[in-house]
């Protein structure tokens, strides 16, 4: 698979459209990486065992990445794509303060 993937952008390096494809696919794929925890944490109801500190590390390291985009006047999709990350830690956040500020915890219609 990799080999294919590998000889279509050989192919395929000249044109503009691609190009842009696959930036776009390679940003939007990084600016996703939280979603996981951000259902997980929605499924349970929780953030039990997540490091706070690892998810403000996140949120600063994102804000900065997006300044620094929009500062350089990177292409579009760079400032969209670092300002998704930025809301997408900032609901995890959310989710921090929410569940651990929630008492009782109620999971599947009873109180833990």
């Given amino acids: 698979m990799n080999i ?4 279509i952008t050989f192919i395929c390096i000249h044109s ?3 190009v842009e494809v696959l930036g776009f696919l390679a940003v939007f794929t990084e600016a996703c990486l939280g979603v996981p925890q951000l259902v997980k944490n929605l499924r349970q109801r929780s953030t039990e ?8 590390m996140w949120t600063a390291g994102d ?8 500062v350089r ?6 400032w969209l794509c670092g300002a998704l990350q ?4 900032l609901t995890i956040l959310g989710q921090v ?11 599947y219609g009873r109180a833990d």
Avoid: C, H
Avoid at 4 to 7: G, K, N
Avoid at 63 to 70: D, E, H, L, R
Avoid at 73 to 78: C, I, M, N, V, Y
């Fill in 63 to 70: 804000a900065f990445k997006t300044v620094y985009f929009i």
């Fill in 49 to 56: 065992g997540m490091s706070v500190y690892m998810v403000l």
């Fill in 86 to 89: 930025v809301i997408i830690d």
């Fill in 73 to 78: 006047e990177a292409p579009l999709q760079f």
């Fill in 16 to 18: 503009t459209v691609f």
């Fill in 97 to 107: 303060y929410w569940y651990r500020n929630s008492i009782p915890s109620f999971r």
């Fill in 4 to 7: 294919s993937f590998s000889l």
